[in-house]
């Protein structure tokens, strides 16, 4: 992010569409720059039979959020991963029909917008270091723990990216050697463990059902995972969102920061936090709507510098 976090949205006046791809749902709505979130439509991912028919249902809810509105200034999309190509194309490990579907480009000549691609818990990074619990903070862990489970990270006061886009796609750190099998062909990833779709895998019912007992073992696993971004990147902070998260509450949160407690003992991690994000369940669309003002900002400050020239 360019700047201070309260900035992202002070050099555009005009809302933006903001769509959060998730494995289990769309959801879309216009964001002004001030955060705030517009009329939330939704659509659901369950029965779809190809990539065309879940393609139509992602344009049909951009579409809804942003009819009887203002022009969006852009779109900013944070989806489920990962990359195959840099904010380009996706293979969701949730959406396995999707196996190579060039988002950005499908969502650009559909709407007639310029549209920004992230992955969502990059997204939720941006959002929450411009209005949530993660602002004037330069290095920083943010995680969504729902259906899959991602990470996004902020160091020195940037956003990582990667090579393809996937920086921080913590999912598939191990935290159980020989463990479960993963959708990604691994074994163990806290995303087999800890994740609502594993979740429900290994109760055969819905993860809010979970015991409390299993809603401690999942924030135990997740506070595993983060502690080897600590030790890793010299973040003292972890943000966790996310249904799942969330949903357990204090279970979960407690037992995650007893974990990185206990795993992380050098002496520049021993005061690292885990804590729920702030922007609850508008995170996702704030996190998009960031994404996209970010753009926005970057391609102004670069017209500002050659006419500066």
């Known amino acids: ?6 900035s992202v949205g002070e050099m555009s006046g005009r809302p933006v569409l903001a769509i959060d791809v998730g ?17 939330r439509h939704r659509v659901e991912t369950a029965g779809a039979t190809g990539s065309s028919e879940l393609a139509d249902r992602l344009v049909s809810v951009a579409l809804a959020a ?18 195959l190509a840099a904010g380009e194309m996706i293979a969701p490990v949730n959406l396995p029909v999707w196996g190579g579907f ?9 709407l007639g917008l310029e549209v920004s691609v992230a992955g969502d818990a990059q997204a939720l990074a941006l959002g929450e270091r411009w209005i949530g619990a993660a602002r004037n903070c330069d290095n920083f ?7 899959g489970i991602g990470g996004g990270l902020v160091v020195d006061g940037r956003l990582l990216r990667g090579e393809l886009g996937n920086a921080g796609h913590l999912g598939h750190v191990v935290v159980v050697p020989d463990g479960r099998r993963c959708g990604c062909g691994g074994q163990g990833c806290v995303e087999a463990e800890a994740s609502g ?8 019912a819905d993860p809010a059902l979970a015991s409390p007992a299993l809603r401690r073992r999942t924030g135990t696993l997740v506070g595993r995972a983060v502690a080897s971004v600590v030790a890793t990147l010299d973040v003292p902070l972890a943000l966790v969102a996310g249904g799942v998260a969330l949903g357990f509450g204090a279970d979960f949160f407690e037992a995650a920061q007893d974990e990185l407690s206990a795993r992380a003992r050098l002496s520049f991690a021993r005061n690292a936090r885990i804590e729920p994000a702030a922007l609850g369940a508008e995170g996702p669309l704030i996190g998009a709507a960031a994404l996209a003002y970010e753009a926005i900002n970057a391609k102004l400050f670069a017209a500002t510098n050659r006419e500066e020239r």
């Open 23 to 39: 494995g289990t749902k769309f959801e879309a709505a216009m964001v002004g720059p001030d955060g705030t979130v517009g009329e």
């Open 102 to 110: 060039a988002i950005r480009a499908h969502l650009a000549d559909a």
């Open 197 to 204: 779709t594993a979740l429900r895998a290994i109760t055969g």
């Open 1 to 6: 992010m360019t700047g201070a976090g309260a």
């Open 141 to 147: 862990l943010a995680m969504v723990v729902s259906t």
């Open 66 to 83: 942003s009819a009887g509105a203002d022009r969006p200034a852009r779109v900013g999309v944070g989806t489920a991963g990962p990359f």
